[in-house]
């Protein structure tokens, strides 16, 4: 029988959906999240998203076998409810409830974080499998930290092929581990978290403040000013402190790096060697990658929380 899976991929800035047949990718789609527009009409255009994403593909939702879902924020693993997130029309809603009831329908829907899912998707099928090439381990041998950069800063850690989630979803959390005591405020209360130094927005921010003007964060990386330079130089300097950190507490294999930010190739230069150089366990090499899926590794993850159906 063939099998199909829909990943959903929830983030600040766009929906994704993908239709997996027998665990491979049929057809991808994306609209903008406009959050703006707040819960009701977001949950009601993921629906029509849905729909018209099946129906691309020749499919109706009784086809499918079960969505997957990732989303911007701590999912709690007993109640499904985000506890927390930067996506604040998703706080304190249980996705999946709330999807099933628009869909009016009883199909499975299973919620996780969507850096955890970045985090598996890659480790099995991307980054994991350069790591194997290079050393033997296999993916479920591994331990692999998934770092976005994009809108916001999530992290997620695979210990031996398993997103590692924590008592209450909030397992590897980093964007939320302070970089700067007192520095900028965050949205979840404190000052100085690693989100605000390492996501896209805090980029514009420091370009803004330098010279007025206002340009995206990957823009800022193409610009060879003076402001431009000091940014980019801080930027990764701010990184390589944050990898560092994590290096103490998880002693991964290796990074990888997603989001918007990752695709630029300047904050890679020299990357490795200065994390290296200042790791605690002097001599380990983890490695840093660029993602490997590319900007669909959020729909795979979401549909491999239906493993099951996905081979
Ligand atoms: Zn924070």
């Known amino acids: 029988m063939e099998k199909t899976i829909l990943g959903l991929d929830i983030g600040g800035t766009k929906i994704e959906a993908a239709i997996f047949i027998n665990g491979r990718v049929s057809t991808r789609a994306r609209i ?160 100085g978290c690693a989100e605000q130094y390492l996501c896209g927005p805090s980029i514009e921010a420091s370009y803004k403040e330098q010279t007025g003007e206002s340009l995206m964060a990957t823009e800022v990386f193409k610009k060879s000013s003076e402001e431009a330079i000091t940014i980019q130089k801080q930027y990764q300097k701010d990184l390589i402190e944050f990898l560092t950190n994590l290096c103490t507490l998880f002693d991964p294999d290796y990074f990888v790096l997603g989001g918007g930010i990752s695709t630029i190739d300047k904050i890679y230069e020299g990357l490795e060697e200065k994390l290296w150089s200042q790791v605690f366990v002097k001599g380990t090499r983890p490695k840093v990658y660029q993602h490997q899926i590319g900007d669909s590794a959020g729909v795979l993850g979401a549909a491999m929380l239906f493993k099951e159906h996905m081979n």
């Open 32 to 191: 903008p999240t406009k959050r703006e527009l707040g819960h009701q009409s977001v949950i009601e255009r993921i629906k029509d998203h849905i729909i018209k994403t099946l129906a691309s593909v020749g499919k109706t939702l009784n086809d499918c076998q079960g969505i997957g879902v990732g989303l911007p924020g701590t999912i709690d693993p007993l109640t499904s409810v985000m506890i927390n997130g930067n996506s604040e029309i998703f706080i304190n809603r249980n996705f999946s409830q709330d999807l099933k009831s628009i869909l009016n329908s009883n199909i499975e829907v299973r919620c996780a974080n969507d850096a955890n899912l970045f985090a598996l998707a890659e480790v099995h099928r991307g980054a994991g499998l350069k790591f194997q090439e290079e050393t033997g381990l296999s993916p479920s041998q591994q331990i692999g930290v998934g770092i976005i950069l994009g809108t916001g800063n999530g992290g997620g850690l695979i210990i031996n092929g398993e997103a590692y989630i924590g008592r209450h979803g909030g397992g590897a959390e980093v964007g939320h581990h302070v970089l700067y005591q007192n520095g900028r405020p965050c949205y979840c209360g404190r000052l």
